[in-house]
């Protein structure tokens, strides 16, 4: 069964970082786009950053200078490095991947959230 699992949310002040980590596991061929999500309350659910199989990345403008992407394919997993955090930050992260689980077969997945809240 095709499983993602985030790491690495918590508590920081203001001007602080933070490392998410995302492992996908499961029956997988293959992993195209795989990205970051993330949910403040009362608000829609909103790209943070996105990056495909090649290393291609795409960030929110809100966060450009401040986050990077990263994924090792060997390994099925992509990472989040939030650097220079602002209490606007403060949101449910969810990893996101399109994985090929078969032969003509592709599903978009989605993990079950890490709580990230940044202190003023």
């Known amino acids: 069964q095709l499983q993602l699992v985030e790491s690495g949310g918590g508590l920081v002040q203001t001007g602080g970082s933070l490392r998410l980590s995302c492992v996908a596991s499961?029956?997988?061929?293959?992993?195209?786009?795989m990205g970051w999500y993330r949910q403040a309350p009362g608000k829609q659910r909103e790209l943070v950053a996105s990056i495909t199989r090649g290393g291609s990345t795409n960030y929110a403008d809100s966060v450009k200078g401040r986050f990077t992407i990263s994924r090792d394919n060997a390994k099925n997993t992509v990472h989040l490095q939030m650097n220079s955090l602002r209490p606007e930050d403060t949101a449910v992260y969810y990893c996101?991947?399109?994985?090929?689980?078969?032969?003509?077969?592709?599903?978009?997945?989605w993990g079950q959230g890490t709580q990230v809240s940044v202190s003023s």
């Open positions: 996101n991947a399109d994985v090929e689980v078969g032969v003509f077969n592709r599903r978009r997945s």
């Open positions: 499961g029956i997988i061929f293959a992993i195209n786009d």
